[in-house]
């Protein structure tokens, strides 16, 4: 177990929280504050025990000197400011000399927020690299480090692991709540525990569909994902989205013969075609011709996947059912959802997409979990750990220092 902030004496000192503020902005306003939110916990505990609040967070990818234009964390200061009631200062300058001495003058429950780190990664990816300076800057400013930002947990950077080289560390709420909803998966799911997969790119998700399989019961196949492994059973799939690499078509060959009787593929599909954009009709998965596009699951394999939502006791779910982005080939992916909310099981959902379909398609508040984690949450469900966690403190280590 990580040494989590209820177990730290942060009376009265200057902490570091590294939040994950890499919302969506655009034309400087931010279109969507669910992570903003998630950090509250954390922050006003901070506020309740006195603290001095610094908090370090990336926004984006900074390649070049333009992208700081879009890409600065000052609304984000705002927005928090208005969320936690009370000032939130920033800091346009990372590196100032002048910080330690700007903390110093800072009172018990004041909150600094700096400019986006990544900042540091141009010209040359003091961030990104884990510099060793920039950490040990970063640890200066502060007595303890908060480690809040889940999606960030699968990336050594300066701002992340470097600095729990220097100061205490230990995970924030946000942190805890998405390993405990993930824990349930890795350590003992009640069964029938079903996986649902679906997206884009079977690449992307081979790792995670081999060390789910062999703890779940059914793992349910959409999207470019199940087309995949038709391809590699030969159906036609026409045009559709699929790998078209041999040694992967030979891994997904490999996982039907070792997991045939877990594996649930599509039977039917809404398809458009590649030279007609009005075009869209229903066909058995066998029916699909050369010009088609497998759009979106059929009623068929709704009813198939709805089955074994229902008897489920422990689902998770990636990707969406089709192209949920298109509104005409949303359905397959809606009615999974309803199918979900409705089952007696717990369900977690997680990926960056997949997030967004379900407050997209308005089930915000209709699972028991939604992970904010993204790439993070992928990795640690298919790795079962995360260098920016394996980082903080244990528990145990603490207590005996205490003793
Ligand atoms: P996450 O980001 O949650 O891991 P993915 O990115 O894998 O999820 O899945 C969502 C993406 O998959 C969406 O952009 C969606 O359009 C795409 N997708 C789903 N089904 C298909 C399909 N049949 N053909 C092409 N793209 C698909
Ligand atoms: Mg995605």
Same mark, same amino acid.
């Given at each position: 177990m990580k040494q989590r902030i209820e177990k730290m004496d942060l009376k009265g000192k200057r902490v570091l929280v590294r939040c994950d503020y890499n919302v969506p902005i655009y034309n400087g306003k931010i279109m969507d504050d669910t992570k903003i939110v998630a950090s509250l916990e954390t922050i006003r505990y901070l506020i309740k025990n006195d603290c001095k609040i610094i908090i370090l967070s990336h926004l984006g @990818? +900074? @390649?070049?000197?333009?992208?700081?234009?879009?890409?600065?964390?000052? %609304?984000?200061?705002?927005? /928090?400011?208005?969320? !936690? $009631?009370?000032? !939130?200062?920033?800091?346009?300058?990372?590196? =100032? %000399?002048? /910080? %330690? @001495?700007? +903390?110093?003058?800072?009172? %018990?429950? =004041?909150i600094l927020l700096l400019e986006?780190?990544?900042f540091l990664d141009v010209p040359n990816k003091l961030e990104s690299n884990c510099d060793a300076q920039v950490s040990q800057f970063f640890a200066s400013l502060a007595d303890v480090f908060v480690m809040d930002a889940f999606a960030s947990a699968h990336r050594a950077h300066a701002s992340t692991t470097g600095i729990t080289k220097y100061i205490p560390s230990c995970i924030g709420f946000s942190v805890e709540r998405e390993l405990a909803a993930m824990d349930k998966f890795l350590s003992e799911p009640k069964h029938p525990f079903t996986v649902i997969m679906g997206g884009a790119k079977v690449e992307d998700k081979l790792d995670l569909i081999s060390s789910l399989l062999p703890k779940c019961d059914h793992l349910l196949l959409a999207g470019g994902l199940a087309n995949s492994f038709l391809k590699a059973l030969n159906f036609n799939i026409g045009s559709s989205l699929a790998t078209e690499s041999n040694k992967t078509i030979n891994a997904l060959k490999q996982i039907m013969l070792d997991y045939r009787d877990k594996l649930m593929l599509p039977l039917d599909a809404i398809v458009g075609s590649t030279y007609d954009e009005a075009y869209i009709h229903y066909k058995r998965i066998n029916e699909v011709t050369d010009n088609e596009v497998i759009t979106d699951v059929g009623t068929k394999t709704l009813e198939k996947y709805k089955k074994a939502i229902a008897e489920s006791e422990t689902i998770f779910l990636n990707g969406t059912m089709g192209i949920y982005e298109d509104v005409r080939y949303s359905n397959g992916t809606k009615e999974l959802f309803n199918a979900l909310k409705n089952c007696k099981g +717990?369900? !977690?959902? $997680? $990926?960056? =997409?997949? !997030?967004?379909?379900?407050k997209n398609l308005g089930f915000e508040d209709a699972f028991t979990y939604l992970s904010v984690g993204g790439g993070a949450t992928l990795e640690y469900l298919t790795k079962g750990h995360l260098v920016g966690i394996d980082a903080i403190t244990e528990e145990e280590e603490i207590e005996v220092l205490d003793v």
């Open positions: @990818k +900074i @390649k070049k000197e333009e992208d700081k234009l879009t890409h600065s964390l000052e %609304p984000v200061a705002k927005r /928090l400011k208005e969320l !936690v $009631g009370r000032e !939130v200062y920033f800091s346009k300058e990372i590196l =100032d %000399p002048e /910080l %330690p @001495k700007r +903390i110093e003058l800072m009172l %018990p429950r =004041d986006n780190t990544r +717990i369900v !977690v959902v $997680g $990926g960056g =997409d997949s !997030v967004s379909a379900v």
